[in-house]
């Protein structure tokens, strides 16, 4: 070989490539192929030291901290029976909440559609003035739809 001293040997035994880019592991510091860089590659033993997730409550939403050593479950568990903010009588807020006034009629509209004569609220259907028998100032013109 002419240039011995270039390039490292990966430390996952079972591959031992020379690698003259090689990867230093920031969990373990040890020097790795491109193919075994990944901590779960070469079965990193300090893959915990860098692993930090934050676990979220499925309840509230909130992020719950974890120290080291702890076991996320079992704090996700103390935060739930005591300092959950969740309240199931609360319901989220309803979309669909403008009732159209044509008697008869159960539809609910995302956004308020008001007749310009008799400003009331109706669905998409009954939105014209003669599609709910307006009883507004002007006599309408057409019958739409």
Known sequence: MELPG??????????????????KCDACGEVFCKDHIRYDDH???SAYKKNVQVPVCPLCNAPIPVQ???????VVGAHMDKDC???PAQQ????????????????????KVVCE????????????PLDH???GSSHP?????
């Open 6 to 23: 270039l390039g490292r040997h990966c430390a996952e035994r079972a591959c031992r490539r020379l690698d003259f880019l090689p990867l």
């Open 68 to 74: 080291k050593g702890e076991i996320p479950d079992v």
């Open 43 to 45: 079965k990193c033993g």
């Open 117 to 128: 004569q008799c400003n009331g609220n109706f669905c998409i259907k009954h939105r014209h």
């Open 92 to 111: 989220k807020e309803k979309i669909f909440t403008n009732k159209c006034l044509k008697p008869g009629c159960k539809r609910k509209e995302m956004m």
């Open 141 to 145: 013109i057409s019958k739409a739809g």
């Open 133 to 135: 028998d307006c009883k």
């Open 85 to 87: 903010k969740y309240n």
